[in-house]
């Protein structure tokens, strides 16, 4: 509070004008007559200034060396948001109701059975692989922060799917390490498959650091939770066939060089091996990577070639098919190991169960622990021209195509999965062609976007409860 002007000696008083002044010498044997001092305007209001500095100086001087009052920090039981959620999340972890969530869906319901944290559960991948582990009797328990790089309703519809089959999905982000932290603290996970990160090849041009932030910083976080986490759980993770990048030895094999990336994309992915390789020296964390092969099928990325072809080719618009230069003057259409979702899931299950245990306790290493990588592809290069064909007769539309120079935007000419090593460790053996698969994904595709084409086509499921019906159908399905 600032201080009250008073009277002193020799002074008028605050307000009210000019006052009598007590005579200041008693000694004397008389009086001295009252001097009477009128204080002009100016002298009044400098006087009020000078008064009105001192105040705000003691204020300030009182706010800058008081101790700083410690934040706020959350009860124990109220609910948290998500540090890196997606901008328009507003969703919250944390609280009684919300570990008891988390603890049922983690729950194991058979003998000898996982209890599995998938990240990135509302993806691709993850949605069909956390449907399939939960099918067996796992406990599975996702985590999926729902950006919007591709259309989210996509992502909200697969994990509604799930959590018909009993599948909690919390919305968070694979870098936040406090709700990591909590995960493992509320469930003592057996096992991690991590597939959240951030895809896509092109996009990198236009946002690098959501691939560092989500594959590089991301994979850190989750491998500091898994090695901190007393059981450490054996963790099995999604790193790409990108990682191949420039190498011309084909079909590509786990002990090819992988130090030429052709995009971020492929790099961070890269890295994210020799991190996992850290922490499996240092921590004894059990660790297989899984290189994928253009995975495709029922509830795909959009951001896919065989998804936006679909799109196009059913809207009357030309689509783009890429040539890369071969030799001389010869170009040749790019090629993919196109290989079906259910078959990449089979591949995740059976690393999963044959990724033998971490060796770690209270983040120190104990003994030797698993370290792998393995090719998961279909071994049978496709040129995208015959996927275009294939299309076209599943859709009974014909595509207009504009042929064109492959850019220098990340992509690679060709892709060929050498799969001996899975087959021999993990029994891993795709069966599903490329005509059978994209017939089942234009099924899909139809049913959940044109169920009146799907009708039309005569591409609908029969009675038997199989397959999906539509965007909200009852029998929809991950498989």
Not at 203 to 232: C, F, I, K, T
Not at 279 to 285: A, E, S, T, V
Not at 446 to 460: G, T
Request: a positive charge; one cysteine or more; hydrophobic letters at 40%.
């Amino acid at each position: 509070m600032a201080p009250q002007l008073t009277g002193v000696p020799g002074s008028g008083a605050a307000a009210g004008g000019a006052a009598a002044v007590k005579p200041q010498f008693h000694h004397y044997h008389h009086r001295l007559p009252p001097r009477h001092h009128h204080s002009s305007p100016a002298s009044l209001l400098s006087k009020l200034a000078f008064w009105s500095v001192c105040s705000l100086s003691l204020l300030l001087a009182f706010l800058l060396l008081s101790p700083a009052a410690p934040a706020p920090r959350a009860a124990p039981e109220s609910p948290r948001r998500s540090l890196h959620a997606s901008p328009s999340s507003t969703t919250s972890w944390g609280g009684a109701a919300w570990e008891k969530k988390v603890r049922a869906s983690a729950r194991i319901r058979r003998s000898g059975g996982h209890s599995v944290l998938v990240t990135g559960a509302a993806g691709f991948v993850g949605c069909h692989a956390a449907a399939a582990l939960r099918r067996r009797g796992d406990g599975v328990l996702g985590l999926d922060n729902f950006n919007d790089y591709y259309d989210t309703a996509l992502k909200r519809g697969r994990a509604a799917l799930l959590a018909r089959s009993g599948v909690y999905v919390v919305h968070g982000d694979i870098a936040d390490a406090e709700l990591l932290a909590k995960l493992f603290d509320v469930v003592p996970f057996t096992h991690v498959l991590h597939l959240a990160a951030q895809a896509g090849v092109r996009h990198a041009l236009v946002d690098p650091m959501s691939y560092v932030r989500a594959n590089v910083a991301g994979l850190v976080a989750l491998l500091e939770a898994a090695r901190a986490a007393n059981p450490q759980p054996a963790v099995v993770w999604a790193s790409s066939s990108s990682v191949y990048g420039l190498n011309s030895h084909v079909p590509f094999s786990e002990h090819d060089r992988t130090d030429r990336p052709a995009s971020l994309y492929a790099a961070t992915k890269k890295a994210g091996e020799e991190i996992a390789h850290v922490y499996n020296h240092i921590y004894g964390l059990s660790l297989t990577a899984l290189r994928f092969f253009t995975v495709y099928g029922p509830w795909g990325r959009p951001d896919m070639a065989y998804f936006f072809f679909t799109k196009d080719i059913l809207a009357g618009r030309p689509i783009t098919i890429y040539e890369s230069a071969g030799g001389g003057s010869h170009q040749t259409t790019i090629s993919r190991d196109f290989t079906y979702v259910d078959d990449i899931v089979k591949g995740c299950v059976a690393a999963l169960d044959t990724a033998g245990r971490s060796t770690g306790s209270g983040g120190k290493k104990r003994g030797t622990a698993p370290f792998r990588t393995y090719n998961l592809g279909n071994t049978s290069p496709v040129p995208v021209t015959q996927l275009v064909d294939l299309l076209e007769k599943l859709l009974k539309v014909k595509a207009v195509r504009k042929v064109v120079k492959m850019p220098r935007n990340g992509d690679v000419p060709y892709t060929h999965a050498n799969v001996s090593l899975a087959q021999r460790e993990l029994g891993y053996r795709p069966s599903t062609d490329l005509q059978t698969g994209l017939k089942k994904f234009v099924r899909w595709y139809l049913e959940y976007y044109h169920p009146e084409l799907a009708e039309k086509h005569k591409l609908r499921t029969s009675s038997n409860g199989k397959g999906s019906r539509g965007r909200n159908g009852s029998s929809s399905s991950a498989r």
